[in-house]
């Protein structure tokens, strides 16, 4: 067992540190979402990362959505460039709401089935992208535990053998359900007009379910879409697990608070099952 503690990055700036304002704010944020008797099972959640503020409907909504189970692998971008091209955390992540351990037993597994993921605490210490998550998380699962995975900008190839990795760690679990959060903002900092067209075009391709394509398109296309890499890790992982299809929760925007259309960043969530 690892007795290192993460501690949070960005509590009090993306999210309120306090753990009752916290828990208000999450109620808050999920207000007119599904009600738990109607929550169900799924492979995959792509889920944004900004400030609450911003995001925090459209993730609440999306997590709202889900029986959440106990176990959680959590995959987002690096953005600091700190550690490991494909880095799992293996420390208990000390959040307001409570601490919140690994999966230590599914960890192991991973990276046995894993050349390319190397235990890295660096690229974690400072990232926002699966900090974020956790809290959602928290309020819809007692006894949470999680796999925190970082992806730098790495080739498909890479992805591709680290997608096949994680759903062959998954089927070895298969008396429990694993779910996969893929966090993922969508094009950053363009007028609303051609930040909304670009991110649908990406979400078709999304909808289509060719991980390849999807890859192509955002790189190809210089799309801002900052957790391409780990929503097409998520991906490849669920069409191995048997996924047909996906389902767009919601779309919005940064300028839906701001005011501000001139330079928006996009948001999106989307289940897959």
């Given amino acids: 067992m690892n007795n290192n503690i993460r501690l949070p990055s960005v509590a009090g700036r993306f999210y309120t540190g306090d753990a009752t ?3 208000q704010a999450l109620r808050e944020l999920s207000a007119d979402n599904t009600v738990a008797a109607e929550r169900k099972k799924v492979l995959v959640a792509v889920s944004p990362h900004a400030g609450y503020l911003y995001s925090g409907e459209v993730a609440a909504e999306t997590i ?9 692998v959590l995959l987002g971008p690096n953005h600091t460039g700190k550690g490991a091209p494909v880095a799992l955390s293996t420390a208990t992540w000390d959040m307001p709401m409570g601490q919140v351990p690994v999966n230590h037993d599914f960890a192991d597994a991973l990276l046995k089935h894993s050349d390319t993921i190397q235990k890295d605490e660096l690229a974690h210490k400072f990232e926002h992208s699966l900090e974020v998550q956790i809290p959602f998380l928290q309020a819809a699962r007692d006894n949470l535990s999680i796999v925190p995975i970082t992806i730098s900008h790495v080739s498909y190839r890479t992805l591709d053998a680290v997608g096949f990795a994680l ?3 998954i089927k070895q679990f298969k008396t429990e359900d694993i779910l996969i959060v893929a966090s993922s903002d969508m094009t950053h900092y363009e007028p609303r007009e051609t930040a909304e067209k670009k991110d ?4 078709k ?4 379910m060719d991980p390849n394509v999807l890859y192509r398109t955002v790189m190809g296309h210089n799309i801002s879409m900052c957790g391409i890499m ?3 890790i998520a991906l490849i992982a669920a069409l191995k697990l048997g996924a047909t299809k ?7 925007d940064s300028g839906e608070v701001t005011g501000d259309i ?3 960043v996009g948001y999106a969530g989307v289940l897959i099952s």
Avoid: F, W
């Fill in 21 to 23: 304002e916290l828990r």
């Fill in 205 to 208: 391709k999304l909808t289509d």
């Fill in 64 to 72: 709202g959505m889900i029986a959440v189970p106990e176990t959680v």
């Fill in 230 to 232: 780990p929503v097409t």
């Fill in 262 to 264: 001139t330079q928006v």
């Fill in 246 to 252: 996906t389902e767009l929760v919601r779309y919005t």
């Fill in 167 to 169: 759903a062959e760690t």
């Fill in 200 to 203: 649908h075009y990406v979400l």
